[in-house]
């Protein structure tokens, strides 16, 4: 029954194609516009940002440890996504994750460290109001004025006298804190907060000497630091001014400073996994090719030089071993993101005219999207490249690693119906409202009939084959493997699959 229902629908599609309309057809995707195409949009969508504004706080006086809510606009919604930046003439910024946050409200606890902000009276502590900036996907334009700032206050001394009730943790926690600066002051060729810069040098460049992250941007201030040091040339960079990576700047943890695709947090994260210390060995931000050059030498190396020019860069390695580039997991083919967004150069079976198609997302099931640092996402103990994401037989490998035009099928690892609409987990029911998913979706509608025009090709290859010729030139030569005059010539499954496609029904693999 289920080969039958799919075989009506595909059916039922070819019917209704008109003959004019195949003789016609466009040219299939050029492998050159369809990989400036896929340059394009091989990143997240940006959208553009605008500044957070304060509206008000609460309470106007408050005291080390406890809660200040902020109103406002335009904050970024969820723990720690924004940040709440404390200020005082004269001294280094302290920057502080929120602990709640939505667009327009937010929660942030005033830690321990801010204590080095008030201003001294009689060797203590004082009062001491501070000005705020909240930084979301920008930080905000300005300080708050005296009367939208709060009035910050020190924990109360610890009580001396015998039998006095015990230090509170942010009492234990603000002596330790001050304790740390005072040690970190006396000892500048230390790293009191090991973030691998000294305290010197973190001192006299505004940085946190007790806080590995400054900005609380979740990078640590040695990682921006160093990465900053490889883009600027080995020249000592000055962290509080930019455009380096920047361990003052909590809003530049999306950039790509060294232009190989990988966002600084990306970066950031395969370093850490690695272990790999400093100066930077791995996955500088500074650096395309951080460590050296890496020759490409073995044929899986290959799958894994997207450029093609025998050097893999920082995007182009295979961090956790799976067959998979980082770019691939974090940007490019391996994401949902990528899928949604690419815009193929022309529409299946269209008319040579309708441009910019995007493929209708299969929605009746959630996706994953893969961890580039560890090899096994899901847990199954199968790597990530033979693993199956879409459970339809084809392999993230052939779905993700590979384009269209490489692999020579239309692949999507997000599709269990493509590119085999008889797949063993191919919806058995198209939705009678409502746009249907690739490849069952409508293109077009016929000009003179006005019957719909599927994407599913008339004299579609079971699965369907993404040729490098015209539409109506595959069909007149047959099968995509009959055409001899492909660039990509005969299509050969074996490296990939383990079970060989019996040419009708089923997937490719086992």
């Known amino acids: 029954m289920l080969r039958i229902l799919r075989s009506l629908s595909l059916a039922l599609a070819v019917a209704l194609l008109a003959a004019p309309a195949a003789a016609n057809a466009a040219p299939a995707v050029k492998k050159a516009a369809s990989a400036a195409k896929s340059q394009s949009t091989s990143s997240k969508k940006k959208t553009a940002a605008v500044y957070p504004t304060v509206a008000s706080i609460s309470p106007r006086k408050i005291a080390i440890g406890q809660k200040l809510t902020i109103k406002g606009t335009h904050f970024r919604a969820g723990k720690g996504k924004s940040s709440v930046a404390f200020y005082k003439s004269g001294k280094a910024v302290i920057f502080v994750p929120a602990d709640s946050a939505t667009t327009s409200k937010l929660v942030v606890t005033v830690p321990a460290k801010v204590a080095s902000l008030l201003a001294q009276k009689d060797g203590s502590a004082a009062p001491t109001l501070l000005r705020l900036r909240v930084i979301g996907a920008k930080m905000g334009r300005a ?113 790509d400073f060294d232009g190989d695709g990988l966002q600084l947090w990306q970066e950031f994260a395969l370093w850490k996994t690695s272990n790999s210390g400093f100066p930077l060995t791995q996955y500088s931000d500074g650096n395309q090719n951080t460590g050296g050059t890496q020759p490409v030498i073995t044929q899986a ?26 770019m691939t997991e974090y940007n490019n083919r391996g994401t949902q993101d990528w899928w949604r967004a690419i815009a193929w150069y022309e529409q299946p079976n269209g008319d040579g005219t309708n441009h910019s198609y995007v493929e209708p997302w299969y929605y009746l099931r959630a996706f994953s999207d893969l961890d580039p640092t560890d090899p096994d996402s899901d847990g199954d103990r199968v790597l990530d490249g033979a693993d199956d994401q879409d459970n339809d037989g084809w392999s993230n490998f052939a779905e993700m690693q590979l384009s269209r035009a490489e692999v020579g099928y239309r692949v999507h690892p997000f599709n269990p119906c493509l590119p085999d609409p008889h797949s063993r987990v191919c919806s058995r029911w198209l939705p009678l409202s409502g746009a249907a998913w690739a490849p069952f979706d409508v293109v077009r509608t016929d000009p003179v009939t006005h019957a719909p025009i599927y994407s599913a090709m008339p004299g579609d290859a079971i699965p369907f084959g993404w040729p490098q010729v015209t539409y109506a030139t595959w069909l007149g030569a047959g099968a995509p493997d009959q055409y001899t005059g492909s660039v990509f010539g005969p299509w050969d499954p074996t490296p990939w699959f383990t079970e060989a496609w019996d040419g009708t029904t089923g997937p490719q693999g086992a």
């Open 301 to 326: 190396q290959r799958y894994l030089d997207l450029d093609k020019d025998g050097n893999l860069t920082d995007d182009e390695r295979d961090f956790d071993g799976d067959g998979l580039s980082n």
């Open 143 to 255: 300080w708050t004025q005296n009367s939208r700032s709060p009035i910050v206050s020190p924990l109360p001394p610890a009580p001396s006298v015998q039998g006095a009730a015990p230090l509170t943790q942010q009492q234990v926690a603000a002596q330790q804190y001050l304790t740390c600066q005072q040690t970190a002051a006396a000892n500048p060729a230390g790293d009191q907060d090991a973030d691998g810069i000294t305290n010197g040098t973190e001192l006299a460049n505004r940085l946190d000497a007790c806080n590995a992250d400054t900005d609380g941007d979740t990078l640590t201030d040695g990682y921006e630091f160093w990465s900053a040091i490889d883009l600027n040339g080995y020249a000592l960079p000055y962290p509080g001014k930019r455009p380096w990576p920047n361990p003052l700047d909590p809003t530049d943890i999306n950039y």
